[in-house]
Nanobody, 124 residues
Framework: QVQLVESGGGLVQAGGSLRLSCAAS????????MGWFRQAPGKEREFVAT????????YYADSVKGRFTISRDNAKNMVYLQMTSLMPEDTAVYYC?????????????????WGQGTQVTISS
């Protein structure tokens, strides 16, 4: 059984930066692709970024490309989302997730394990 725990959310001003972390346990972390998704109140959960098991391949939603960076440290069973140039539109609960097939994809259906989420609020 996989458990994912996000941390690092908070309140920041527009234009600021924030680094989210996700700690994984109960799995061979290095074998699986990981992703970040976000969900604002009243909206569906949307893809943000994904990274391959090796960390050599990444993919981003157009809305965050050039501003967010996903990374991972397999030795520490950690995945990160570095967010810069934050905008009020980035306000949401951010979730990390694991794709057990090990493929790097933006499709939410590929991610079978999810963290509890961490709130990110950007003030204007």
């Amino acid at each position: 059984q996989v458990q994912l725990v996000e941390s690092g959310g908070g309140l920041v001003q527009a234009g600021g930066s924030l680094r989210l972390s996700c700690a994984a346990s109960g799995s061979t972390f290095s074998s699986y692709a990981m992703g970040w998704f976000r969900q604002a109140p009243g909206k569906e959960r949307e893809f943000v970024a994904t990274i391959s098991a090796t960390g050599r391949t990444t993919y981003y939603a157009d809305s965050v490309k050039g501003r967010f960076t996903i990374s991972r440290d397999n030795a520490k069973n950690m995945v990160y989302l570095q967010m810069t140039s934050l905008m009020p539109e980035d306000t949401a609960v951010y979730y990390c997730a694991m794709a057990p097939m090990g493929s790097t994809t933006s499709s939410i259906t590929a991610y079978h394990y999810w963290g509890q989420g961490t709130q990110v609020t950007i003030s204007s």
